[in-house]
């Protein structure tokens, strides 16, 4: 698959590919050298589409896991802002447009923490099930991403 290029600048966009696909749209990989070497990123690169996705991913469900129960009026507005300006400025244009498709179906439910987390939990698990993954026990959102597993294994 080609690596995705962004709207403004016709150059390959990096946060909307993998690490491999981007490292062979511009010919660096070994793979295709007699020994076959996948290419290897180092730390300090900028963020490919999965590695802003488990960031992202972590950052939105611990804020959520971490809202207030009883939301004032402002905040459950603020929060509603928040994911739809979220959607228009994250980085992979495609996750992006199907993401605000997503929210606009859905919209954000943010009158209490365990509304929000469960409504973000399912919108992660719709992008699991395009990417045909797992999907997500949303009944152990808190325990995932506030409390950690009831067997200890996080304490
Ligand atoms: C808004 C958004 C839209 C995206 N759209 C696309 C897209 O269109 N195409 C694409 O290729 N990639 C997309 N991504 C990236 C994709 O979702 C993954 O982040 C990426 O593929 C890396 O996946 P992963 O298997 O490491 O785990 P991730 O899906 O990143 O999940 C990280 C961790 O979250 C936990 N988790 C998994 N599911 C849930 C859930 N439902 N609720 C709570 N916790 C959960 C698991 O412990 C998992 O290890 C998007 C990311 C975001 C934030």
Same mark, same amino acid.
């Given at each position: 698959?080609p690596?995705?290029r962004s $709207? /403004?600048?016709? !150059?390959?966009?990096?946060?909307? =590919?993998? *690490?491999?696909?981007w490292?062979?749209?511009q010919?660096?990989t070994?793979?295709?050298?007699?020994?076959?070497?996948?290419?290897?990123?180092?730390?300090d690169?900028?963020?490919?589409?999965?590695?802003l996705g488990?960031?992202?991913?972590g950052?939105?469900?611990?804020m959520?896991s971490?809202?207030?129960?009883?939301?004032?009026?402002?905040q459950? $507005? /603020?929060?509603? !802002?928040?994911?739809n300006?979220? =959607?228009q *400025?994250?980085?992979?244009e495609?996750?992006?447009?199907?993401?605000?498709?997503?929210i606009?179906k859905?919209?954000?439910?943010?009158d209490?923490?365990?509304h929000?987390?469960?409504?973000?939990?399912?919108?992660?698990?719709?992008?699991?099930?395009k990417?045909?993954?797992p999907?997500?026990?949303?009944s152990?959102?808190?325990?995932r991403?506030?409390?950690?597993?009831?067997?200890?294994s996080?304490?």
């Amino acid at each position: 698959m080609p690596a995705h290029r962004s $709207e /403004d600048e016709d !150059k390959p966009c990096r946060a909307c =590919s993998d *690490f491999k696909t981007w490292a062979k749209s511009q010919n660096k990989t070994t793979l295709n050298t007699p020994n076959k070497v996948a290419p290897v990123k180092p730390a300090d690169c900028p963020l490919d589409k999965d590695d802003l996705g488990r960031s992202t991913w972590g950052f939105l469900h611990s804020m959520a896991s971490y809202y207030p129960d009883k939301p004032t009026r402002r905040q459950a $507005e /603020d929060m509603s !802002k928040f994911f739809n300006i979220f =959607s228009q *400025f994250y980085p992979c244009e495609p996750c992006a447009l199907d993401f605000q498709e997503d929210i606009k179906k859905h919209p954000p439910k943010t009158d209490s923490r365990d509304h929000l987390a469960q409504w973000l939990c399912e919108r992660h698990n719709t992008v699991n099930r395009k990417l045909g993954k797992p999907l997500f026990d949303c009944s152990k959102i808190h325990e995932r991403w506030r409390d950690g597993w009831k067997d200890g294994s996080c304490d």
